[in-house]
């Protein structure tokens, strides 16, 4: 029978999505059991107590975790963060149920020995609850113990060669979508770029001294699986620059029903025959596409890479061959301010190992936010505090008609004299001869 | 006075008032050194156990190791 009674929680259960609140009952259930006969590390209640505490907090709509604690690895400012329990008598099992951040691999690929290593550890050493993945993209290991800390990172960097994620004012780990080893989107190699700048930036992964988080993400292109453009500090999106290739032949074939419609994906009900004028031509956003019957032709100049007829018709249409990333800055979720997405900095980059052009602009973000930023400032709400136009003279990027969403709505440049031929040293004499005060 | 001395005088002239700081709290003690070499001091204080981190998840401070509430406080051993 359960150490709780849970009615709120029950009721979760009955939604059409599957539960966590079943996924813990479910480990409640197995560690009472204990089938390998496991030394249990924490209470083999933990499970338990993490829902009577839940519940608890549905109950009086408080949390009843405490905020923080100097808790961690020798030498690491992050990957592990302190949680406590304000009602550890009730619930000893979560009165102390530390949070650890585990690297995921670049692009999510895994073993099944790689993920049975990583259960066994946390079934001995933790409560046996994990997310995976939580949002920063790593591997959420949910409640244990201060003594087994050192235990588990010794068993993760030791046994299985994987190492803590980031957490604090640290450079979250980077994540990447899967990239060229499964996409014919790709338009770089993310996989490598997020592993190789996991290696580069150890020190600023594990020894925080930013004033707040610091996130990369790389998306292969403008689909954006990891969703850098949103959620990101410094997003890596693939670009190209050059055409769409068409295979006009594929795009009959698709007008003539022979193909279906992104790849299938939408089989779910019959939406009739499919139209390229309506679902195609007309959905382009710059307008910069046309169907004669015949021929489908494109306008690159127009192009926004939006990416919608090239998902709609992935057998006919196919990204260019002059591929690089365009760079974006500055998306947060709120906290200091409200929510921001990425603004773009750099429309176009190259990104080749060993990626010194990109690792470049984000150690002049970084000299410069660290100087500059307040505390718990990300770096989408410095650059709107001192300006887009500082970013870009930090960084060292030419202001570019691409970082302009629409004519003068955003006019966040301003010339200064030096840049204009002549500078604007004027005789004001001869000036009031033409305008009156 | 030694670098290391510098931070560390620092926070025992403040622990009265305050056990955590912000790693921007550091900068101004030294005016000549930017943040990377600042973040080299107090990483050394860490690495030599004079120095500890406490974290909320989502941000990252300095303190005096064994200062403010510490892990014991919260029942744990």
Avoid at chain 1, 38 to 56: H, M, T
Avoid at chain 1, 351 to 361: G, H, L, Q, R, S
Wanted: glycine residues 8%.
């Amino acid at each position: 029978m359960a150490k709780f009674q849970t009615p709120l929680l029950d009721q979760l259960e009955s939604g059409p999505w599957p539960s966590f609140v079943s996924d813990i009952k479910q480990e409640a259930a197995a560690r009472a059991k204990n089938p390998k006969g496991l030394d249990y590390q924490i209470p083999v209640d933990a499970p338990e107590d993490l829902l009577g505490i839940v519940e608890l907090s549905y109950r009086d709509k408080e949390t009843h975790w405490k905020h923080g604690g100097i808790v961690g690895v020798f030498g690491y400012g992050g990957g592990v963060i302190g949680r406590y329990c304000d009602r550890p008598e009730e619930y000893p099992g979560v009165a102390h149920f530390h949070t650890i951040r585990v690297n995921q691999p670049a692009g999510k690929y895994y073993t099944t020995d790689f993920l049975r290593q990583l259960c066994d550890i946390w079934d001995l050493r933790g409560s046996g609850i994990l997310n995976m993945h939580g949002s920063t993209g790593d591997i959420v290991f949910l409640g244990t113990q201060t003594p087994q800390l050192e235990e588990i990172f010794w068993e993760l960097t030791h046994k299985m060669n994987n190492d803590l994620g980031g957490s604090g004012s640290n450079l979250r780990t980077p994540a990447a979508c899967l990239g060229q080893s499964r996409c014919e989107f790709a338009c770089y190699n993310t996989q490598d770029i997020c592993y190789q700048l996991t290696q580069d930036y150890q020190d600023e992964l594990h020894r925080p001294a930013f004033p707040y988080k610091f996130k990369f993400k790389f998306d292969g292109c403008p689909n954006g699986c990891v969703c850098a453009m949103a959620r990101s500090d410094f997003a890596v999106i693939g670009t190209w620059k050059d055409d769409i290739k068409i295979d006009q032949e594929k795009v009959k074939a698709y007008v003539a029903g022979e193909f279906k419609p992104n790849a299938g994906a939408h089989a779910g009900r019959d939406w009739g025959k499919f139209d390229i004028q309506k679902e195609v031509v007309d959905r382009c956003p710059t307008h910069c596409m046309n169907w004669d019957g015949s021929k489908l032709s494109i306008k690159t100049a127009d192009c926004v890479r939006c990416m919608h007829c090239i998902n709609t018709m992935p057998r006919a249409l196919h990204i260019g061959d002059e591929r690089g990333a365009s760079i974006l800055v500055g998306a947060k979720a709120p906290v200091v301010e409200g929510a921001q997405m990425g603004s773009l900095l750099i429309p176009f980059i190259e990104v080749k190992p060993p990626y010194d052009e990109i690792k470049e602009v984000i150690e002049k973000i970084w000299d410069w936010w660290m100087e500059e930023g307040k505390n718990r400032e990300r770096v989408g709400e410095t650059m709107k505090r001192l300006s887009f136009q500082t970013l870009l003279e930090v960084t060292e990027v030419p202001a570019q008609p691409q970082q302009v969403r629409a004519p003068r709505t955003n006019p966040f440049i301003f010339f200064k004299e030096d840049e204009v031929p002549g500078g604007w040293t004027r005789d004001i004499a001869d000036f009031r001869k033409r305008h009156q005060r | 006075m030694a670098d290391e001395d510098v931070v560390l005088d620092f926070l025992k002239g403040k622990s009265a008032a305050k056990s955590k700081f912000y790693f921007k709290d550091f900068l101004p003690l030294f005016p000549d050194k930017g943040p990377r070499d600042v973040k080299k001091i107090l990483t050394k204080l860490v690495n030599a156990e004079k120095l500890e981190f406490w974290s909320s998840g989502s941000t990252t401070m300095y303190g005096l190791k064994g200062a403010g509430k510490q892990s014991q406080a919260e029942g744990e051993d």
